[in-house]
């Protein structure tokens, strides 16, 4: 938990965000500019900055949050359509925000490369 980290504050409630899936590891909430017509963020409750700073202690965690944002993909109707999984890391991935987040995209046919 990081005291400054927007994403911490989202995950203990004390910014408002649309809940989508919430359970003792990860919250997963509607992103606030959506890229698609269904955009969700998935946060491990613990504050890890970026996703090189994962350890093998992580290993685990990183794996529940793929399940997590498969829940939610289930959840938000996109398993059968598709979707797509996202992590940004750093200046040239485009990384905003300094806790890990998995995008969960989809509800329309996505492009490739991304831009
Ligand atoms: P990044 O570029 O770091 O991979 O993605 C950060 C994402 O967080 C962006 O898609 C951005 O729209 C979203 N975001 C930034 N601030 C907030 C916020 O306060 N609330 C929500 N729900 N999403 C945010
Ligand atoms: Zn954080």
Same mark, same amino acid.
């Given at each position: ?7 911490? @504050? ?64 289930? @959840? ?14 750093? @200046? ?24």
């Amino acid at each position: 938990m990081a005291e400054d980290c927007l994403f911490c @504050k989202i995950a203990r409630g004390e910014i408002p965000s649309t809940e989508v899936y919430s359970d003792d590891e990860f919250y997963a909430f509607r992103d606030i500019n959506p890229a698609a017509p269904v955009h969700v963020l998935v946060i491990p409750r613990k504050h890890i900055a970026r996703i090189s700073d994962a350890s093998v202690d992580d290993a685990s965690l990183l794996g529940r949050m793929l399940l997590a944002a498969n829940e939610v993909a289930r @959840k938000e109707g996109i398993a059968e359509s598709g979707f797509r999984y996202a992590i940004s890391c750093n @200046k040239d991935g485009g990384q905003l925000v300094f806790h890990i987040h998995l995008h969960v995209l989809g509800g329309r046919e996505l492009g490739w490369p991304p831009g």
